[in-house]
Structures are given as structure tokens and as C-alpha cells.
């Protein structure tokens, strides 16, 4: 997957960041790899709650990982990203 503009990589780098910190590798996969088939229906209620969080992501970031789970390599880039620092 070669078409990751620069502020969907930093969103997941900053989730990667996060699931790292707290060790919960094996867990956010699995979660990723059951929610494959609805991930575009995650993306758009990420879309939704845009205006009310920020936990962890900017709304730059917030936005731009609801844009990388639209696609269906989104998951996938997502899931090696964080095999990779596992």
C-alpha cells in the first residue's frame, strides 16, 4: 500500500504508539482482523464522533485514520504497522 498520505501516517503512528505503550499488541489485532469486514462502517461512525474526541489523535489524525479505514488495505496497513514494533 504505497498511497498513505503524511497525516494517516502519523495517525498510526500515534495508535501504534499507544497500543505499544500499553503492551496490547495481540489484542488490537485480533480486534482489527474481526472488525475487517465492518471497517468501513467503523470509519464513518469514527467520522461521526469526530467533533467529540481527542483523546489520543488530533481531529487531523482522528479524521485521517477514519479516511485510511474507509479503504480495505486500510486494516491490513494498520494491523503490519503494528506487528512491526510487536
Known amino acids: ?35 475487517r469486514p465492518l471497517s468501513f462502517v467503523g470509519s464513518q461512525f469514527m467520522h461521526l464522533l469526530t467533533p467529540s474526541l481527542g483523546a489520543f489523535l ?7 485514520m477514519a479516511a485510511l479505514l474507509e479503504r480495505r488495505d486500510g486494516v491490513e496497513y494498520l494491523i503490519r504497522q503494528i506487528e512491526d514494533v510487536a
Request: no cysteine; proline share 5%.
Open 58 to 64: 488530533t481531529v487531523t489524525q482522528w479524521e485521517a
Open 1 to 35: 500500500m504505497t498511497d498513505v498520505n503524511p497525516e494517516q501516517e502519523q495517525a498510526v503512528a500515534a495508535v501504534v504508539k499507544f497500543i505499544d505503550r500499553f503492551g496490547m499488541h495481540v489484542p488490537a489485532i485480533l480486534t482489527l482482523e474481526g472488525m
